[in-house]
């Protein structure tokens, strides 16, 4: 393995890089920065968010350009302010050495004199948004005539946010014999006409594979009545504790308005649109981005600037006008090599549009129900099972724990399990017993009715040991020899999933699972007493025998590590949950 020293970078840079804490170069930098220190070449580099694209390019152009000089020398373009900034703090960071060196960030929704003073002090680097960067050429408040490199950061992005023509007019105002460096998570057509065009025989190194983030997504549609769009959403919230959403609205009055909605019915919403303030939207960013925000609700304008990775769910509350943007829309998930789920809401006048959005994305979307109260309740109760079980033990409480015990005293471990978990799943169970099913069939009728034929049921694997809901149905059909469409109906959440079968194999699918190990750990599928979309609540017989499985075999499922995965980020924000699960139903009933 190579070291940073290897890979020829020079002293200045080699002990900024030891201030960071760098140890080794991450794949892009180890392929890129040779490349780039010692050839002329252009160069497009594929690779996914978070693999030290910024270095890879920073260190190569640090190195090269004249600090003595108080020419602009490099220009690197990005999409957003916000990584307009992170790039030029990045910058500064790794040239802290480097004598002389001045990076300017231009930007919109900034003092364009304060920018342009700047770059009038002598800069040899701009980090500048397409906007902004045109703007201040047409102005001549900067000149780009004599650079050496050009930087096209995130190139799909910048073109998926329309940014084509800005791009090709800036570039006119450079250099024919620059240097152009390309870095890209994805390599869609556009980003392939920018090479063609704009570059000369460029290098092309690929980390992972090309187009890998565009796979991750799931689509899945709803089909609702619309004046049931608002209890739709909350449904589907409900039935995803762990939601982390960016929900689309098509304009600003409806973006306010969910999320105001949202607010007052005791979620974690915020809403990001062109009638607030820049102040107003950094706030709402800086709440998203730490995960104090779960709902984020967003115009396709305002959300341009959304750059966080772990954005489990989209959410299309109203489809855009134009179809194109659902594309820009999805995309804001299944970031960084994770996967995530795109959903649609749609009432049966849009329902169309369905086919004509599979056309241009070339991926079916499924159909789904918008879960029932009794699913939601199961979903929650199973959530918060896994969260108790995955909770740190607080040692302050071992002081008061003779007095908690002397109250209990009477009180057996099964009955005291029960208790503990109604003080939340009463209130949800409340809210929810009388809910009515917000399906609508479609006129074709080919959505799959509730029927008494069909068996619901519960498995113990989830999003978090790496299932979607393809790739599980396809274990499913696999170990359980069924035949295409034999498993269906299935919904995968974060710790465990639901899905159907008829209910002449249901015998044969719990005998199978009765004592199934996979990867190390015991499968466990039961019987849910949710029937999936309907309102059949089946007959609660036999629960506790298989309440008594399941838990007997939690404790062999958290040894094989299959939930270690849950990381700070659902600790961090678990307090902040329980406090608006418990709040929820509460409030929204009185909204009722
Ligand atoms: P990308 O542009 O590919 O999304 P960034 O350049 O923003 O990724 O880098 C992501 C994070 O990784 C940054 O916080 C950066 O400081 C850090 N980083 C970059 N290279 C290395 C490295 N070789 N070792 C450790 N951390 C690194
Ligand atoms: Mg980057």
């Given at each position: 393995m190579s070291t940073f020293k290897d890979l020829g970078l020079n002293e200045d840079l080699l002990t900024a890089i030891d201030d960071l804490g760098f140890e080794t170069p991450s794949d892009v930098q180890a392929k890129a920065i040779p490349i780039l220190l010692n050839d002329d070449s252009d160069l497009v580099a594929l690779a996914q968010t978070g693999t030290g694209k910024t270095a890879a390019f920073g260190f190569p152009m640090l190195q090269k350009?004249?600090?003595?000089?108080?020419?602009?020398?490099g220009l690197i373009l990005s999409p957003t302010r916000e990584l307009c900034l992170q790039i030029t703090n990045e910058l500064k960071l790794y040239g802290?050495?480097?004598?002389?060196l001045n990076v300017t960030a231009i930007y919109g929704g900034a003092s364009i004199t304060e920018q342009a003073r700047q770059v009038k002090r002598g800069t040899q680097i701009v980090v500048a948004t397409p906007g902004r960067m045109k703007d201040m050429i047409n102005r001549n408040m900067?000149?780009?005539?004599?650079?050496?490199y050009a930087v096209l950061d995130e190139a799909d992005e910048m073109l998926n946010m329309g940014f084509y023509e800005d791009i090709t007019d800036i570039l006119s105002?450079?250099?024919?014999?620059k240097s152009t460096w390309l870095f890209s998570a994805t390599m869609p057509n556009e980003v392939a006409k920018i090479a063609k065009d704009f570059m000369h025989a460029p290098i092309e190194i690929t980390v992972?594979?090309?187009?890998?983030?565009?796979?991750q997504v799931s689509h899945e549609y709803y089909l609702v009545n619309a004046r049931d769009r608002y209890q739709a959403l909350k449904r589907l919230a409900d039935a995803n504790p762990d939601i982390f959403s960016v929900i689309f609205c098509r304009t600003k009055r409806d973006t306010q308005k969910v999320a105001e909605n949202l607010i007052e019915d005791g979620y974690s919403a915020g809403a990001l649109h062109g009638d607030l303030s820049q102040n107003q939207r950094d706030l709402v960013m800086k709440s998203f981005r730490n995960k104090q925000i779960q709902m984020l609700v967003a115009t396709d304008v305002a959300a341009r600037g959304i750059d966080v990775d772990d954005i489990t769910h989209v959410i299309n509350y109203q489809l855009p006008?134009?179809?194109?943007t659902y594309t820009h829309r999805s995309g804001?998930?299944?970031?960084?090599?994770k996967t995530g789920v795109s959903m649609v809401i749609v009432s049966k006048s849009e329902v169309r549009k369905i086919k004509q959005i599979e056309r241009i994305i070339k991926k079916e979307f499924e159909k789904k129900d918008i879960p029932n109260g009794m699913e939601i309740c199961e979903v929650q109760l199973m959530s918060l099972a896994n969260k108790v079980h995955n909770t740190k033990v607080n040692h302050e409480i071992d002081k008061y724990l003779e007095s908690i015990n002397e109250l209990f005293e009477d009180t057996d471990k099964d009955e005291l399990i029960k208790k503990f978990f109604s003080v939340e799943f009463t209130r949800f169970f409340n809210y929810y017993?009388?809910?009515?099913?917000l399906n609508v069939s479609d006129s074709k009728g080919s959505d799959r009715q509730v029927s008494a034929d069909e068996t619901r049921y519960f498995i113990n694997v989830g999003r978090k040991d790496g299932y979607d809901w393809m790739s599980l149905k396809d274990f499913l059909k696999a170990v359980l020899e069924l035949?295409?469409?034999?498993?269906?109906?299935v919904d995968v959440k974060d710790s465990f999933s639901f899905f159907n079968t008829d209910k002449s194999i249901q015998e044969k699918v719990l005998t199978f699972f009765t004592d199934f190990k996979h990867n190390g750990r015991f499968v466990n599928v039961e019987v849910s007493?949710?029937?999936?979309?309907?309102?059949?609540?089946?007959?609660?017989?036999?629960k506790k025998r298989r309440g008594d499985r399941r838990s007997s075999r939690r404790s062999d499922r958290s040894s094989s590590g299959g939930?270690?995965?849950?990381?700070?980020r659902k600790d961090r924000r678990s307090s902040k949950k329980s406090k608006s699960v418990s709040d929820r139903p509460r409030r929204s009933r009185r909204r009722k």
């Open positions: 350009i004249d600090v003595n000089s108080r020419t602009t020398q802290k050495y480097c004598k002389g900067v000149d780009i005539s004599k650079i050496e105002h450079t250099p024919k014999d992972g594979n090309k187009n890998e983030s565009t796979n006008d134009e179809i194109e804001r998930t299944g970031r960084a090599g017993q009388k809910a009515q099913d035949g295409r469409d034999d498993v269906f109906k007493d949710d029937k999936g979309g309907g309102r059949n609540r089946g007959g609660r017989s036999g939930f270690a995965g849950s990381g700070n």
